[in-house]
């Protein structure tokens, strides 16, 4: 069984999102604040965390910047809000989040995204620390779950980890908006364009526009 803290303001969220959630994977941990969270964070070991953005006291991305901060181990972030606007999400997986939803949801979409998670989590094996790519200029290291360009060292989430992989793995080859659904998500039917186009354009921040080009009508490709 998961522990499962879902951090939201608004308690109807809660009560709803534990409705449809399998009573025997999940032990849901509340809270109604971000400081409430952060203290759930400091007393159980959580596994998986859902984290709203307007919360009283500390919001939800003061909240995720601690989390990411958190060195014992490595805790997927979905985030709701009413935060609509492309640079909400890509602001929000800059700071770390692996997920975005937006109010108002359907219910199924947020359980299907948690279980996403789950079954990466179930998935994920170890990594030897001598497991890094490099192409050009820049390194990815799978241990750490960062990639180095230059001397400037950067975090990576997962879902950047897996995608980024990919494409430095085989660089000039061309892929697919579906083949990196496949790659950095396990429930493809969770993952939209946007989703996508969030995850490019902060990878393409950390290592630099002119490594990540997009081929129009085709999908996108890595460049030495």
């Known amino acids: 069984m998961l522990n499962l803290l879902i951090a939201d303001d608004e308690k109807e969220i809660i009560r709803l999102l534990k409705v449809y959630l399998d009573a025997n994977e999940y032990n849901v941990l509340e809270a109604n604040d971000g ?88 998935m994920t094996s170890p990594v030897s620390a001598s497991d890094v790519i490099t192409v050009g200029d820049v390194t990815l290291d799978l241990a750490e779950c960062s990639v180095k360009k230059g001397d400037t060292v950067t975090p990576l989430t997962k879902a950047e980890l897996k995608v980024l992989e990919l494409m430095m793995r085989q660089p000039k ?25 969030v995850i490019i354009s902060r990878l393409r921040d950390k290592v630099g526009a002119e490594h990540i080009k997009t081929i129009r009508g085709l999908g996108y490709r890595y460049e030495e």
């Open 35 to 122: 400081a409430q969270a952060l203290a759930v964070l400091n007393s159980a070991p959580v596994d998986v965390a859902v984290v709203d953005i307007m919360m009283p006291k500390i919001d939800g991305y003061q909240l995720i910047k601690k989390i990411r901060e958190r060195k014992d181990k490595y805790i997927p972030v979905i985030i709701i809000s009413a935060k609509v606007g492309l640079s909400d999400r890509i602001f929000g997986m800059d700071i770390g989040a692996d997920d975005y939803v937006t109010k108002p949801f359907e219910p199924l979409e947020v359980i299907a995204k948690i279980n996403a998670q789950k079954r990466r989590l179930g």
């Open 173 to 197: 080859r061309v892929f697919t908006k579906e083949q990196i659904y496949e790659t950095g998500w396990y429930d493809q039917e969770t993952v939209d364009d946007n989703t996508i186009r």
